[in-house]
Every structure is written in C-alpha cells, then in structure tokens.
C-alpha cells in the first residue's frame, strides 16, 4: 500500500536542543502506533504533521499535500482531526455548544448538517447523554473523550492522536480500540501513546523515536521479535541486569543474558520495545 504520510529529513530545533533529527519515516492507511520515551520527538513531530508547529528542514508530504506549500497546508486542515496531548477547553461551554463551535471552525456551515454531526461525534465517544453538561463539571477521562469528538468531526482522512487513552478506565479504553480500529479500516490514524499494550491491541504499524531519530519502522510481532531469545523467568532475581521486574506469581521476568536457572518466555512488544531503547541508537537507525 502507498504511504499517506512521508516525512524525509525533518529537523526542529529549540535553541542547541536538536527535537528532530533528520528524521525519516513513512506509513499508510490503517493505525500506526508511536513509541519512545519523554523527550523522543514524538509530539513535536506530531505538531508538525498537524501543521500547528514550522519544522526548521526537511520534507513532508501527507494526503499527497506538500506541507512547505500554505495552500496545501490550508487543504490538510480541512482533512485532518487533530487531539493533542493537552487540548484546552472553555470551561462554561457545554459539550454540545464546544463541539459545534470547533465545528463551526472546520467549515461545517449548514446548522443541520453541523448539528447532526455534533451528535455523531459525541454518540462516538458515548457522551451524548452529556451534551448539556458543562465542560466544567466533566472528569478528566470525560474531557480527553470530549477532545476525541471534536478530533472526529467531518471524518478526517488523517487522524492524528497524541496520548488519546490517558484518563480513561480500563471499559473506555476498550471502546476507544473498537474506535479507532473501525476507523483504521478507511483511514489514517497516527496514535503516539506510551502504552505498549494499546500498539499490540491495535496498530499494524509502530515507530519508535529516540533521540529525535525513528529507531524502528515494523510491525508490532517484528517489534516483539527484537527481544527474541533474551526473554527469561525464573525464581530468583538476576544479579547484572537492571531490566526485570517481579511478576505476579512470584517469579522475576528478565531481559537480555538468562539468570542462573532461568527458563525462555514469550517476548512481548513492551520486551522488544524495551531492548531496544536499551541499545545504541546508532545501530538501528
């Protein structure tokens, strides 16, 4: 399948600080996931994708619009659902009243049209029951629901999320999976998270950043296979590895060389993810 998104050299930096270094990545329809560690990259990558952040180089084109171009980047936002990572609200709006106006700022002109939209999207997100609520009086997880409706309004060809399940309980989530893979199934979706759980359920494709650089481009069962043969459970802790922890029967899961003892597991996406980071970027770039 061709790429919807194609990014080749991009760099931003904020004074000394290189966000971004060169980095090179593609993916297409369906639901790409985005890992790394605080500071990776990944939000500012997002923005740039968003078109609410000026990368300092390098080329992007996503929808097959070229984002150096303000006409084409005008046309992307008419294209594009966008939740970042810290959406603002305005606290005496009701749900209904703030999702029309975002409607309103997408060009949904016909008020039928925009209110039967409105309804869908909050339908979606099972708030509609709250339409007349205040955003006020929402708790967090109902605000980052709130926040992915308005990123659903007129069905974006790309959907971009950036750590869309925070505050949502363990039913929620579940829901958003449903979500977001029906909707993987027509378009893009780009879900930067730093839940490996969310990737693995979801996502045919995964990045991972570090150091502004994608250090991985796979699918999430070549991801796990990162970690194949360096996964061990045994009954004591090792003694030279600070990757294991205490699982809950008791025994210690470790990653890299075996504890005395040790017997092979099963790797996980959370595993390969693990291991490597835990290797020199420069060798997976």
């Known amino acids: 399948m061709d790429p919807t998104v194609t990014v080749h050299g991009l760099t931003k930096k904020y004074g000394r600080n290189i966000v971004l270094d060169r980095l090179t990545l593609e993916f297409g329809r369906g639901v790409t996931g985005l890992l790394g560690p605080n500071g990776a990259g990944k939000t500012t990558l997002l923005r740039s994708l968003a078109t609410t952040l000026a990368p300092d180089g390098g080329e992007v084109r996503v929808l097959g619009l070229d984002l150096a171009n303000p006409g084409q980047r005008t046309d992307l936002r008419r294209r594009l659902g966008y939740l970042p990572q810290a959406p603002g609200f305005y606290p005496h709006f009701t749900l209904f009243e703030l999702v029309e106006y975002v409607a309103i700022l997408k060009e949904l002109t016909d008020r039928r049209e925009r ?9 979606e997100v099972d708030l509609i029951d709250r339409a007349k609520t205040k955003v006020r009086k929402l708790s967090g997880g109902m605000k980052q629901r709130l926040a992915l409706a308005q990123a659903l309004l007129g069905e974006p060809d790309l959907l971009i999320l950036d750590e869309p399940t ?22 893009t979706v780009l879900l930067s998270t730093h839940q490996t759980e969310d990737v693995a359920a979801l996502c045919e494709r995964v990045i991972v950043m570090n150091g502004g650089r994608a250090v991985f481009q796979g699918t ?9 043969s360096q996964v061990w459970i045994s009954n004591a802790p090792p003694s030279d590895s600070r990757l294991f922890w205490r699982t809950a029967d008791g025994r210690y899961r470790t990653l890299g060389d075996p504890p005395p003892g040790a017997a092979p597991a099963t790797p996980t996406v959370e595993d390969g993810y693990l291991l490597l980071l835990g290797k020199p970027v420069g060798a997976e770039a």
Request: aromatic content about 2%; glycine content about 4%; cysteine-free.
């Open 166 to 187: 925070v505050g949502l309980d363990p039913e929620q989530r579940v829901r958003f999976r449903a979500l977001v893979s029906r909707l993987g199934e027509s378009r």
């Open 220 to 228: 999430p069962r070549e991801l796990a296979a990162v970690a194949s």
């Open 115 to 123: 209110h039967r939209e409105v309804r869908r999207v909050l339908a």
